[in-house]
C-alpha cells in the first residue's frame, strides 16, 4: 500500500473477489477499479477493510453466510473483569426451555474478544460429561464446581443456575457481590401460584439477599413485581442470544438447516410455543391457521402443532380440535411432542407462527429467524421484521400467513436483511450487546 501511495501517477487495476460464503450484499462480487491516479483516501479505505477483515473474527449470522465483526471501537476501553456464572448442568436438553440456554448465551458475550474472564458455575445435579450433546461444551468454556469458587477471585457473581439461601450467604460472606439474573415471566408464574394454589418444585424466591437483579426488554413486565419479591434493585442487560445451540444441532443434521424454498409444492406450517403457561400458548395460531383454512384451504399442504405432550390428552383441548378445527379434522393439523428447534423446522417447517401473551420476545424467535425461516408473529421487540400481527388479531394473522406462504419466496433478499439487521440487536458478538454489557458491568462493580 505505501508502494501504491508512493507511485499513485501509475495505472493500476485492482480485482477484489469474494467467496460465495460471503453474504448476498457481496456475493460473488468481482470489483475493477481502473483509474490514472488512485487517491490517497481510497488508499486509506483499503487499509481499513483489511485491517478490519484480519482482526475481526468471521461469525454466523446465517447458517452458510459469515459475516466479519469488527473488533472493538477504539476508544471503547473497558476494565476487564473476573465473573462467575452460575449454571444448572443437567441431563436434559439444552432445547428444554430458555434459562437451560441463557448462562452459555451470557458466556459467549462476555468472552468474546477476550474482554473478560468468565467461569461457569456448575450448582446443577450433574457434571459436565454427563449433560446431552446438545449442550455442545467444549474445552474452551471453563466449567468449576461450586467448591472450586473458595479458591477463585471474581470480580462478582451472576446467577442463572439459581443458588441456595446457604451458597447465596457464602459468597457474600467472601466479599463477593451476587445479581440474580431474571430471564423468565415471574409475575405471570409467581401469580399463577399465589391465586391457583399452584405448586412447583421450590418456590422462587425462597433464596433471598441478592445485591439485586437482572432483567431484559423481555422480561421488564416483572421488575416492579420482583423488587418486592427479592427486595433489592434492579438492573436492566440486553437480551443476548448466541446461535451456538442452533448452529450445534444443525451441524449434525442431514438436511440444510436453513429456508430452503420450495418450487411449485405446496408447503407446511410449524407452531412452536410451549404450551407450558398462557404467555406461550399453540391456541392462537391453531386459530389463525384455521381462519386461513377456511377461506384459502389450499394455500398449505400441512400443521404441525408441537410441544403438545401434556396438553393432548387434555379433554377441552382435544374437543376445540373436534369441534371447532376443521383443519384437524380434515386431517391437515397434527400434534407432536417437543423437538429441539433447528431438527423439526429443518424438516417439516416452510413457514412458522408464534404467539406471545405478555412475553414479548424468546430464543426460539431468534432462532427461527436465524434460519431464514418466514416467522408470523406478535413480538412487539420484533416487528420489524418477518410477518407482524398485533396482539391477538387473528385475521391479520392469517391474512400475514397468507402472505408468508405465498409471496416470502419472491422477496426473500429482502426479508433476510431485514432478518439480519433484526438479530444483530441481540446478537451476542455485536458491538451493541458487547458495548451495553461492559457499560452495565461496571455500574455493577462499582454498586
Known amino acids: 500500500l505505501i508502494k501504491l501511495i508512493n507511485n499513485s501517477n501509475n495505472f493500476f487495476t485492482f480485482n477484489l473477489s469474494f467467496s460465495k460464503n460471503f453474504p448476498s450484499f457481496i456475493n460473488n462480487k468481482t470489483m475493477s477499479l481502473s483509474q490514472p491516479r488512485l487517491s490517497f483516501f481510497f488508499v486509506v479505505l483499503v487499509c481499513i477493510f483489511i485491517t478490519t477483515f484480519l482482526c475481526g473474527e468471521v461469525l454466523a449470522l446465517f447458517p452458510g453466510e459469515p459475516f466479519i465483526s469488527p473488533p472493538l471501537p477504539l476508544g471503547n476501553e473497558h476494565k476487564r473483569l473476573s465473573i462467575g456464572i452460575t449454571v444448572s448442568l443437567s441431563g436434559t436438553s439444552s432445547f428444554a426451555s430458555g434459562i437451560t440456554q441463557a448462562p452459555l448465551h451470557l458466556y459467549d458475550s462476555l468472552t ?15 457434571e459436565r460429561d454427563a449433560v446431552p450433546s446438545d449442550w455442545d461444551l467444549s474445552d474452551k468454556e471453563t466449567i468449576v464446581s461450586y467448591e472450586d469458587t473458595k479458591t477463585l477471585s471474581f470480580d462478582l457473581v451472576i446467577e442463572v443456575g439459581r443458588l441456595t ?9 467472601r466479599g463477593l457481590k451476587v445479581f440474580s439474573f431474571r430471564g423468565s415471566y415471574d409475575f405471570d408464574t409467581s401469580a399463577e401460584i399465589m391465586l391457583y394454589n399452584k405448586t412447583f418444585s421450590s418456590f422462587l424466591y425462597a433464596t433471598r439477599g441478592y445485591d439485586g437483579f437482572l432483567y431484559t426488554d423481555a422480561t421488564a413486565r416483572s421488575v416492579s413485581f420482583l423488587e418486592i419479591a427479592l427486595d433489592c434493585p434492579s438492573y436492566r442487560i440486553p437480551i443476548t442470544w448466541s446461535p451456538r445451540f442452533y448452529n450445534h444441532v444443525a451441524n449434525g443434521l442431514d438436511t440444510p438447516s436453513h429456508y430452503i424454498p420450495k418450487q411449485n409444492q405446496k408447503k407446511s406450517i410449524t407452531m412452536l410455543e410451549s404450551n407450558k403457561r398462557l404467555n406461550s400458548n399453540a391456541v392462537m395460531p391453531m386459530v ?15 400443521v404441525y402443532v408441537t410441544n403438545t405432550q401434556d396438553i393432548g390428552s387434555h379433554e377441552p383441548f382435544r374437543k376445540f380440535a373436534n369441534r371447532k378445527m376443521t383443519v384437524y379434522t380434515e386431517k391437515k393439523m397434527s400434534f407432536e411432542a417437543r423437538y429441539r428447534t433447528p431438527f423439526f423446522i429443518s424438516k417439516y417447517a416452510d413457514v412458522v407462527v408464534m404467539f406471545q401473551w405478555d412475553a414479548p420476545m424468546g430464543y426460539t424467535h431468534l432462532e427461527v429467524l436465524y434460519g431464514g425461516y418466514p416467522l408470523v408473529h406478535n413480538s412487539p421487540l420484533i416487528k420489524d421484521c418477518g410477518y407482524y400481527y398485533p396482539e391477538f388479531d387473528g385475521d391479520i394473522g392469517a391474512e400475514q400467513l397468507y402472505i408468508a406462504l405465498t409471496q416470502h419466496d419472491q422477496s426473500i433478499q429482502k426479508c433476510n436483511a431485514m432478518s439480519r439487521k433484526c438479530l444483530s440487536r441481540f446478537y451476542a458478538f455485536s458491538d451493541t450487546v458487547t458495548s451495553q454489557w461492559d457499560s452495565v458491568l461496571q455500574t455493577l462493580v462499582d454498586v
Do not use: Y
Request: charged share 20%; aromatic share 8%; hydrophobic share 40%.
Open 112 to 126: 468474546f474478544n477476550n474482554r473478560h474472564s468468565v467461569a461457569l458455575i456448575n450448582v446443577g445435579t450433574v
Open 165 to 173: 439461601q446457604a451458597q447465596l450467604n457464602d459468597l457474600q460472606s
Open 288 to 302: 389463525i391457521t384455521e381462519l386461513l383454512f377456511r377461506k384459502h384451504p389450499d394455500s398449505f399442504e400441512r
